[in-house]
Structures are given as C-alpha cells and as structure tokens.
C-alpha cells in the first residue's frame, strides 16, 4: 500500500473525540455494536441533515454533493482496480464483545476447541484480560466490515482478523492493510459516486443527414463534479472524493462515419465539452460530432457517449489531491440518418 495510506491518524482521534463531545447531536448513541446489537453503527438519517446517512458499518457517508436524479450510475473504473470489499474499523467496547462473544460459547455452536481458544484470546490474558475491561473507555476492539454491495464478492473473506483491540490515539496495526485509513475511505467514497447518464445534445435537431457534420456537446448543469465525503465519527477522521468529468469518447455506432477529431475524443476545455450548435455553423466542422456517410435506412444507428471521470481525493492529514483510478460512465441514443433529398428540375 502506498505510504499516504498509512496517515497517522493519532492527532485526528484526539481532535475527533474533542469535537464530538461538545457537539449538540447525541454522538453518545454513535458507538460501536449501536443499540446493543455488538454488529452495526446505528446513525438516525435526518438528524439534522437528510443528506447525511449510515451504512452497516463504522463509515457515514455524506451524499449531498454527489449526481442525483433518476439518470445516475456507478462509474466503472478504466482498470482492474476495485475498491475494497471489506475493511477493520471500531466495533465493540469491552462490553460489547463480551455481550457478543458469551453467548455464542454457551450455545458451543462453534466447537469446544475453537470457543476454548477464544476464551484464552479475550479472557485469560492472551493477550486480553476479561475482554480488556481494564482499558473501557480509552479505544474499541476494531472487526471486520463488509463493504454494502459487495457482500457476494469473494474479497469480503480477506478480512478474517479476530478483533483486535486499539487504544485512542494509536494507529491500526500495520500489518493490516484493509484497516480504516483516510486512503480507504477515499476508496469506501469511490464506490459511492454517482455520475448522470451520457446523452449528448445534438444539432441540427432531428433526423441527421448524410454527409452533413452534426455537432455533439454536454450541458454544463448535468456534467460538473461530483463528490461524497466518507467518515468515522468515533476517529475523527474523514475522505472526500471527487469525479470530475475530463473527455467524452463518441461511438457513432457504425464504420460508416467520422468522428471529430478522428479520435472520437472530445476534451473537456474551460470546464466545456464539446461546443453548442449555432445557427449557420450546419456546414462547418464542429470541435466535438460526428459524419454519417450512409443513411441509417429503415432504422437507426447506436450512438454511444462515454464521459471519462477524473478521481481524486483529499483526506484527514493528507497533503493536496491524492489521485485514484480514472472511471467512466456512458450510454447509448438512437440516431436516425437520412439521405439529403434532391429535387430535379
């Protein structure tokens, strides 16, 4: 993992309990095991911000800024890169893990030799003494968490670390690499963005004709960056990741076309992709379009618009912009060609 993930994370705890003791909502009710289930963090959606909502897990995620509307998707990334499946974060206070553990070894539904190991583990001093009571109130054992979404997927089992205590103000193990980071919220935050779905504005309006450039451009109040913020209250700590919309790729559907420019890429300039039809530019060779060379016939042809989205993220105790994987999102319009119709005389 590369070193920004291992951001010391010791200031951002002690800042972190400081703000949310004097803070007016009840984050007494944010702790690990929530309303005494010893699995989940039970957050209210809505108090005081129906942006702001909870997961199954340690990490809330605001949403407030991210793509709306029925149109949106989940950005694919352009490589193999996933965000993580799983990850280590605050579970259980001392009581917690007692309340969870106990009556599973009562029930001996999980075998003699393995409860007898757990017992050692978290009651006989190996290396927890009565499930680390002496430590209540100075940090949390940290569990497993799956991911929402992605609970079929086979790197949710690379998270199987019994939990393991740490104290307020220290770091996770290092050995640790799915342990909560500001790098992986950036990444928890990733999986979370939501982009509009790509439909190009074309002109002339109506069906196209052949061999006459139409031109292609996005609306500017639909492609704009995007963000969600991923925290953990109990940390202090937080991520912030935006997409930002870079080129659009256009498919005309079909060899029979030419694209502008011939790569089919139209980059974003001045915050613009591609440019607005005119009256009068029908004839001229547009920034960002395409040529039909033969009629569509009795049906259409598949347009397909692919906007490219530029990641980025900033963190608690991260210098600048920390960059993650480029994503893309797209769709597909019917496109209608003719053939201009000439008249004899």
């Known amino acids: 993992m590369p070193a920004v993930a291992r951001v010391s994370i010791c200031?951002?705890?002690?800042?972190?309990?400081?703000?949310?003791?004097?803070?007016p909502t009840a984050w007494a009710d944010i702790v690990p095991g929530?309303?005494?289930?010893?699995?989940?963090?039970q957050v209210e959606g809505g108090k005081g911000d129906q942006t702001v909502s909870a997961t199954a897990g340690a990490v809330v995620y605001d949403r407030s800024k991210n793509g709306s509307g029925a149109s949106v998707g989940p950005v694919a990334t352009a490589t193999n890169w996933t965000p993580p499946a799983c990850y280590y974060a605050p579970r259980y206070t001392p009581e917690q893990l007692k309340k969870a553990k106990e009556p599973v070894w009562e029930a001996e539904s999980t075998g003699y030799q393995w409860d007898a190991q757990q017992r050692d583990k978290y009651v006989n001093g190996h290396p927890y003494k009565d499930f680390n009571k002496e430590k209540a109130g100075k940090g949390y054992f940290w569990d497993s968490?799956?991911?929402?979404?992605?609970?079929?997927d086979p790197?949710?089992?690379?998270?199987?670390?019994?939990a393991f205590w740490v104290d307020t103000g220290d770091d996770p193990p290092a050995d640790i690499p799915q342990a909560i980071t500001p790098e992986v919220l950036a990444q928890l935050a990733y999986a979370e963005i939501r982009v509009p779905t790509t439909e190009v504005e074309l002109r002339p309006a109506g069906a196209t004709k052949v061999n006459l450039p139409t031109w292609a451009w996005l609306d500017a109040t639909d492609f704009k960056p995007v963000s969600v913020t991923a925290s953990v209250p109990l940390l202090g700590v937080e991520a912030t990741t935006t997409a930002e919309p870079v080129s659009v790729k256009i498919d005309p559907g079909t060899a029979d076309a030419q694209t502008f420019p011939a790569s089919g890429v139209c980059e974003a300039v001045n915050g613009t992709i591609g440019e607005p039809y005119a009256r009068g530019k029908a004839e001229k060779t547009p920034p960002c379009g395409v040529k039909y060379l033969r009629a569509s016939g009795n049906g259409s042809y598949q347009l397909k618009a692919t906007v490219t989205w530029k990641i980025h993220w900033t963190g608690t105790g991260v210098a600048g912009e920390q960059p993650l994987p480029d994503g893309d999102f797209g769709g597909e319009q019917d496109i209608v060609v003719q053939e201009i119709q000439a008249v004899n005389r």
């Open 34 to 41: 929530g309303e005494g289930t010893g699995s989940e963090t």
């Open 11 to 23: 200031a951002a705890v002690l800042a972190g309990a400081t703000v949310l003791a004097g803070s």
């Open 145 to 152: 968490y799956v991911t929402p979404g992605r609970e079929g």
């Open 155 to 162: 790197g949710a089992l690379d998270c199987n670390e019994d």
